[in-house]
């Protein structure tokens, strides 16, 4: 499977951005029964948890990103999505998406940089 996030990009604080990122190469019952999530390195930080999605549809988020981003999925395009709002200055860090156990193939990621 390959992991392709899109959507990054300069942003102001405060604004928002939408991300996505799609499972290629993935077939529906691959990705469809799988909890999929959202991980963010900031520089000079670890990678870090941001966001998951169930199959039911479930959602959970950390701590830092509560009540500001959404996290969403489309199986029928093999697609999870990250609606980012009222943005911080520290959420300027490179984005991912994988499992939650993170036993896919990391993508390259979209760069989102969030400007005071």
């Known amino acids: 499977v390959q992991l392709q996030a899109s959507g990054g990009g300069l942003v102001q604080a405060g604004g928002s951005l939408r991300l996505s990122c799609k499972a290629s190469r993935a077939i529906s019952s691959t990705f469809n029964p799988r909890t999929m999530a959202w991980y963010r390195q900031g520089p000079g930080d670890q990678r870090e948890w941001v966001a998951s999605i169930a199959p039911d549809g479930t959602t959970t988020y950390a701590d830092s990103v509560k009540g500001r981003f959404t996290v969403s999925r489309d199986n029928s395009r093999k697609t999870v999505y990250l609606q980012m709002n009222s943005m911080e200055v520290e959420d300027t860090a490179v984005y991912y998406c994988?499992?939650?156990?993170?036993?896919?193939?990391w993508g390259q990621g979209t760069q989102v940089t969030v400007s005071s």
């Open positions: 994988n499992t939650d156990r993170s036993d896919w193939n």
